[in-house]
């Protein structure tokens, strides 16, 4: 297992509006933007995004799923990805404890909730900066990330991931019943290594035409 | 003649401001507002047309959240000036709020409060990771016209299902609504729920529909 800092993460604005909604048709009012540039300046306060990852061999895949050392994941997408994959990481992601606290400071509900968009982009960001942390590391290409409870793998699987870390990896933990995780900023999920180009994305192989969590690819 | 449109130019104007975001346009008008119109008159010509209308853009995604919650920010404001010249109860309906146990996601549900206050209800919110003996003892005790179920995980819809069974039992007069981001209307009836409400653009409709 490898921690890592992920101390110069940057967010492009647009990104983050577009995320909550905003698109062609609808633009943010003046004070939404004054109120998220507000609020960028305040990241620093919540120390670094924090990113730890371990390598995993494929033990077997069949066309339900995939099979580790770890559990076995059920998902037909990911097994249409993983052909030919002997290794994966799992990986997680955490914008801390007092990026949670700080949120359920705020008395304005507009704050509030324009920090809780600002959490899932810098989250998400961490992670697409330590796969590239990765990438560079291995000299290899890892696959988009897939996260239980998304797309046909279900939330059951934070377990798996969960399993191949030490207790309380980077201050995360996930409730025995619900599997939530807290610090609720987190992410947890697994990559293929040394993929295809053509079988980069999970989501070339989902139905959801206009899903908000599709990517390009 | 000339004062009547006037007036209703007034109302049309605060209606606007609400929707525009204009707080300074808002301040400017409400003191001659309070003096010429009763608060029913201001609530449903301007303030209930004005949220409907910020909910409908939401709802075609030509406005996004922050938008419609600082706009819930100026018609509580409003409210509040309304109360303290007169105090009055917009509705007698009441919610009763939360996210179910083992869940800690709960922006979902706090929009949810904001609009319910926006439109005149008597909110009470018991916050996220709520115990089903918590939402029944509260349920009995205050007797709410709606108790409002939220879970965003696929994980806690059997805790969604067991507290609309308790529920149902304690309180059968009391209406059960649920949301989130794994709920949908199937799952709504197949858990007994009473009404679901996909977002807070559905969600007066929904609930004006469950208390009709």
Redesign the interface.
Known sequence: MKNIELTDLTLQQEDV?RC????K??S??A??VQ?YEALIKRIPETGPVKGAFTEVSVTGINETGVDTPHGFIKSERLAKISEGVTEMVFGLITAGETFDMMGESFP???D???W?SIGSALVEEGVAQLLKTIESEKKKTLSLPFSP?YCDW???GQKIIFSAFDSSPLGINI?S????M?P?KSVSFISCLDVSGSSHNPCRYCSLKNCFMRRKG | METNATAANTLEDLKKSIISINRTSVQQIMPGILSDFEVPEILTSAVYPALNHVRENYQQRKTAIPEVLMSLNIVANIIETISDKSPMQQRNQSILLGVIEGDTHDMGKNIIRDVYKGYGFTVTDLGKNVTIDKFVETAALSQPSIVGLSSMMSTTVDNIGKAIEALKKEVPDTKIMVGGAFMNPELAVKLKADGYAESAATLIEETDKLLS
């Open positions: 509006f909550m909604g905003y698109g048709d609808a943010p009012h004070e939404t109120r304005d509900m507009v509030a909730f324009l809780d409870g279900d939330l059951t409730s019943d619900s599997l939530v807290s609720v």
